[in-house]
């Protein structure tokens, strides 16, 4: 009888925590997330908006943490800490402190009233001070779980001054001064250390007078300050006095990349923070002057540099490349003085209204104590200890993790990382899958077949994203007496927990049977109100959004009053519509239980390996002849582990694993079917096609090194590119080890015009080979021709130590680049920015960081699997933050260089989350067949196949019904919904269930009435 245990524990309750608890109920695995927070969502759920989608990010936030709060699989033990374990690897005994709130959760219901009587306010510490809160407080309107909790240092009773009023007004009877702390014991097989971070403390860095000039605050207070639900309600305000700022300053690398604060790593999210904040700041307010302060601009990120790009020359944010020394407040108007110097060595100063610090981040004390219960190791500056290797796996088998515990690190890699961690976590418990869970208990649907609509309008204010534009309570007014309507509300964030309570209570109490949700996208918000609506026993097609924010109140923010009469037409229509709704039923198809992974390289092994390890049958196509991939002409981390082995030892496992079939000289020739059913056309060295039937597939195919036509590449066997120097190092060439002068030139092909990307390998591939060079002949001399140095993250010690050991950098403007003349000896000249002038270096050797550029396959592949690609070629990804291994295409998935250029570890790390999300489908045993599909009617068909010509996806196909007659018959788990076959049928004998020719006739009409 097995030992381990089907359930697993998730320390941290921000998007990392709740990434990876979904991903393990969602594979069939019990998950307790422990958060010390009274609600989840970390910094997250405290951000404004994300770049460069423009989302809202607690809004893009608040439908993950609902679907995990109605998930019967995932327990959450919020407020919360951990104070011991015991066991091994596959059987941990957990001991957990869950605090006593003084507010019963289970009572709870979420309505206020407790807070609204509170006579006591204080500092609210999530909005870092810049309002107050009550003694009994919940941190966010979307916060879960949805209880109250009181603040005991705050609270009168708990300071014998006698109040109780929240006791008294309760409706619930749920207040509770009594309560005590509980110990309670979990079993798990795994635990994944998820914990987030916290920033420096600012009263170490006074210089820049955070804490006690009021118009200096930190990057976090920033997004609060920016945020529609923060203390000033998304209006860019001054906390001194509350005038709109006209000139705010970002002071980068404030206690990061700093030794003598024991920071010395780079905090990684800084700059494009910062950038974000100015390009939103400005988007609040055109007439604000947003000015950065930087050292390097670290946008290594996809799409990170085109952003950065775009606020320098249509974003009118200005960068000052200088490090500011202190800044200096006039205490009279309270305005900010700051002294820099500029590169061409004159000293300015200049007076801003605020500044905002980019402060360094670090794990908590918190964190560190957990760390220790635990009894993984840390790195020296106290992040969790890893290897490239094993990016998720802790010094303690059994332990894993992710975020920014592990490492400095923006969203999607978090996610990413916690998708990871799940997979590695199920690799080891696949045996345990579904031994602890419960499936969830839905009512029936009710059947209104023939009853006149009662329809319920909800409308969401979205704190003030949509009420600051349009009025809600106006809205309500005139929508509440409209034909069919039977219920017209609003509510703060209709997305909340509370409010899905309220939206099933109303449900119930008014004998609804349509739902018309107003509010924001149905991209991301449309399954959870459906969910809600099914557990209030309808089905899920009779839910309707009226799109009112993105539609409405954000793109006629200016006009008010024409927004409100925009938002009650966009409702009207929806109700037309929502009144012709009918009740459609989704399908449960048949699930291949096996995968395609296409690419032998790191990232193509890594996924098969966990696939298989989950128990799947894989089937690995590698165009070339052998395993490797790109890390075959590797040799040492950064770090200086060595990849050879590594990746040897990879492809043993490959190679002994008899659950992967590996094909060498493999070429797709043709792709069909859908998700849990293609069937995959592969030649094998130019040999006859044979058939692959899987039910997922992962597209790993990597990418390339750019040959470039610069710098004299090609003409010269000394100037070499960045795997040609690796080669060359390998084999211990003499003439790159026993060079006098190496030159190093970075950016050669990337962040152009042509490839407007930034490599991100680049950088630290240079550092690892100038420390290499430097340590093997200390009396070389070793140049760095760079534009930004960017290693980002725990990298920066490296470039510290570069330094050290007397390697140069000199930063070049794109528009002077180098000139590179060989001869006897390669003669490379540049501006040196500091002394004006140019030098020029006699090189022994010269290194160029080519660009990363897509393989000219992907397009092809995408066509064939019905993805994207983006602009530059890379696979294009289903959400760049919180879906980046997913396709939109269901049951493919992305991993490695064909995503964007990333070291090894993202690499290892982003395979893992695609091997873990494939595995989770094939675990599933079906595939879900939404509803929302064509249909054709046969008595109207008369087969004449042009559906079938127009069709993008092959879902329509004709069949013999009877001799020369044909009829066409629609795949669902093909079809798309796009309604191309509608368009195209002379006779209407096509058409979209749930999108019917008389439902979108009835929102023309009303648009038009």
């Known amino acids: 009888m097995s030992t381990k245990i089907g359930a697993v524990m998730t320390i941290g309750g921000g998007i990392g925590g709740v990434q990876a608890s979904l991903d393990l109920a969602e594979s069939g695995f019990k998950v307790y997330l422990v958060e010390e927070k009274p609600c989840i969502g970390g910094v997250m759920a405290q951000l404004d908006k994300t770049f460069p989608t423009n989302d809202c990010s607690a809004c893009i936030f608040s439908p993950k943490l609902q679907t995990l709060a109605q998930n019967p699989n995932i327990e959450i033990l919020a407020y919360s800490q951990i104070e011991g374990i015991e066991g091994e690897a596959g059987n941990f005994k957990v001991k957990v402190r869950q605090k006593a709130r003084y507010v019963d959760p289970e009572k709870c219901t979420s309505c206020g009233t407790c807070a609204e009587k509170c006579p006591t306010k204080v500092p609210n510490e999530y909005n870092f001070g810049h309002d107050r809160r009550k003694a009994i407080y919940k941190d966010y309107a979307q916060g879960i779980p949805s209880v109250y909790t009181i603040d005991t240092k705050n609270c009168r009773v708990f300071q014998g001054k006698k109040c109780g009023v ?19 014991d979990v079993n798990v097989g795994a635990v994944i250390l998820t914990p987030g971070y916290e920033l420096f403390n600012t009263a170490g ?40 700022p006209k000139k705010i300053a970002w002071i980068q690398c404030v206690a990061s990349r700093d030794r003598r604060k024991k920071m010395p790593h780079c905090s990684s999210v800084c700059c494009m923070a910062s950038i974000k904040e100015a390009v939103i700041a400005r988007e609040h ?24 790009e775009r ?3 249509l974003g009118g944010v200005r960068f000052l490349r200088s490090m500011v020394s202190r800044v200096v407040e006039d205490p009279v108007t309270h305005d900010l003085q700051i002294t820099y110097l500029t590169e061409d060595d004159k000293l300015i100063t200049e007076t801003f209204d605020m500044v905002v610090l980019a402060v360094g981040i670090k794990p908590s004390k918190s964190t560190l104590d957990t760390a220790q219960v635990m009894g993984v190791e840390l790195d020296e500056n106290n992040f969790c200890s890893t290897d490239t290797f094993a990016p998720v796996a802790t010094s303690k088998p059994g332990i894993f993790v992710a975020g920014c515990f592990q490492a400095p690190k923006d969203i999607p890699q978090t996610v990413v990382e916690a998708s990871a961690a799940a997979g590695v976590a199920i690799s080891m418990l696949a045996d345990q899958r579904n031994t602890l869970t419960k499936k969830k208990e839905l009512p029936p649907e009710k059947d209104f077949t023939g009853q006149e609509p009662r329809i319920g309008v909800f409308v969401c204010r979205c704190g003030i994203n949509i009420a600051a534009t349009v009025n809600v309570p106006g809205v309500v007014e005139r929508i509440k007496d409209l034909p069919g309507v039977v219920y017209a509300g609003e509510n703060l ?7 899905q309570v309220g939206i099933k209570k109303v449900i119930e109490e008014n004998n609804l049977n349509r739902v018309i949700v107003a509010s924001c996208t149905p991209r991301t918000h449309l399954p959870l109100f459906q969910e809600t609506a099914r557990e209030a026993g309808l089905n899920r097609y009779l839910v309707e959004m009226a799109n009112i924010r993105e539609h409405c109140s954000w793109v006629h923010m200016q006009e008010k009053e024409k927004a409100t009469d925009k938002a009650v037409d966009l409702i009207r229509m929806a109700i037309a519509r929502t009144g012709r709704l009918e009740q459609v039923q989704d399908q449960k198809l048949p699930m291949v239980q096996s995968a395609l992974v296409i690419g032998g390289g790191v990232a193509g092994m890594t996924s098969a390996l966990n696939i298989a390890d989950q128990g799947y049958p894989v089937y690995l196509l590698e165009s070339t002849d052998k395993l490797g991939g790109n890390a075959l002409k590797l040799d040492h981390t950064l770090k200086g582990e060595d990849i ?23 070429k797709i020739e043709d792709v069909h079917g859908f998700i849990g059913a293609f069937k995959t056309k592969v030649s094998v060295n130019g040999g006859d096609p044979l058939e692959i039937e899987h039910g997922v ?29 690796s080669m060359a190092m390998q084999a211990k060439d003499p003439a790159v080890l026993n060079a006098g002068t190496t030159v190093f030139i970075q950016c050669v092909g990337s962040r152009s015009e042509e490839r407007p990307w930034c490599s991100k390998v680049c950088c630290n591939h240079t550092i690892k080979d100038a420390i290499a060079l430097k340590e093997a002949n200390p009396a070389a001399k070793v140049y760095v021709l760079y534009r930004d140095i960017r290693t980002f993250g725990l990298n920066e010690p490296y470039y510290e130590k570069a330094r050290r050991l007397g390697v140069v950098f000199f930063r070049y403007e794109p528009d002077s680049p180098p000139i590179v003349t060989p001869g006897d000896k390669i003669a490379v000249t540049f501006k040196d920015l500091v002394l004006g002038g140019n030098m020029t270096v006699q090189a022994d050797s010269l290194a160029l960081a080519a660009a990363v550029i897509p393989n000219d396959y992907n397009k092809e592949l995408a066509r064939m699997f019905k993805v994207s690609v983006n602009e530059d070629g890379y696979f294009l990804e289903a959400h760049m933050k919180l879906r980046p291994v997913d396709f939109a295409t269901d049951g493919v998935f992305l991993a490695g260089l064909a995503h964007y250029p990333k070291p090894l570890d993202e690499t290892i790390g982003q395979a893992e989350a695609a091997g873990s999300h494939a595995a989770q489908v094939l675990a599933r045993g079906y595939v879900d067949a939404p509803g929302m599909v064509s249909f054709v009617d046969p008595y109207l068909c008369r087969g004449c196949g042009r559906c079938v010509d127009v069709c993008p ?5 004709l069949k013999e019904v009877a001799p020369g007659m044909f009829v066409s018959e629609v795949n669902p788990a093909l079809c798309k919904g796009c309604g191309a076959c509608g368009v195209a049928c002379p006779t209407g004998a096509a058409s979209i269930r749930h999108f019917k020719d008389e439902q979108i006739g009835e929102m023309i009409d009303a648009a038009m009435a």
């Open 166 to 184: 929240c006791k008294k007004v309760c409706p619930a009877g749920a207040v509770d001064y009594e309560q005590q702390d509980t110990i309670i």
């Open 205 to 244: 860095i006074s210089e820049y007078g955070h804490g006690y000039m009021p118009n200096v605050v930190t990057n976090l207070e920033m997004e609060r300050i920016l945020s529609a639900s923060g203390p000033f309600e998304g209006e860019v305000t001054r906390p001194s006095d509350g005038k709109h």
């Open 285 to 308: 307010d055109s007439s604000i002057e947003p000015t950065i302060f930087y050292m390097d601009i670290r946008a290594y990120g996809k799409d990170f540099d085109k952003y950065y």
């Open 311 to 313: 606020a320098k020359t």
């Open 493 to 499: 964030f209709t997305c909340s927990q509370d409010a």
């Open 644 to 666: 050879r082995p590594y990746v040897a030892k990879l492809v043993d496992r490959v190679t002994a694993d008899n659950r992967i079939k590996t094909y060498f000289g493999a």
């Open 697 to 725: 597939a992962v597209i790993a195919i990597g990418a390339s090194e750019w040959k470039p036509d610069l710098y004299g590449y090609g003409t010269d066997p000394r100037i070499r590119t960045h795997l040609d120097m």
């Open 953 to 957: 996806f092959h879902a329509p196909e």
